[in-house]
């Protein structure tokens, strides 16, 4: 199961490596949609990148301090600073690529 990020655990999480967060919640049905990918790049990446999810709804100081209005919103974060940003569904591929780019820089 992929990691569940908190308002109370974000900044720690996020503060080092690469992190990809999905911005979700139990109605939205794109959210649902995108959630074994997410599982996915979670497994794959369980030793490169931090993959997990935050449920706006019981979480709303993180989504409002990255202004979160539509879910889901994936945010892809580097050493604690937002580097990439995808509103709406988005493939295995799309993210793995942009994760693999910012994996490599790193090691």
Known sequence: MAFEFT??????????????????????GPCRAIAPTIEELYSDYKDKALVGKLDVDHNPEVAMKYGIRSI???????????VHQHVGLATKQVL???????????V
């Open 7 to 28: 308002d109370s655990n974000f900044t720690e999480k996020t503060s080092e490596g690469v992190v990809l967060v999905d911005f979700w919640a139990t109605w939205c």
């Open 96 to 106: 793995a690529n942009k994760l693999d780019a910012l994996v490599e820089t790193t």
């Open 72 to 82: 889901p919103t994936l945010l892809i974060l580097k050493d604690g600073k937002v």
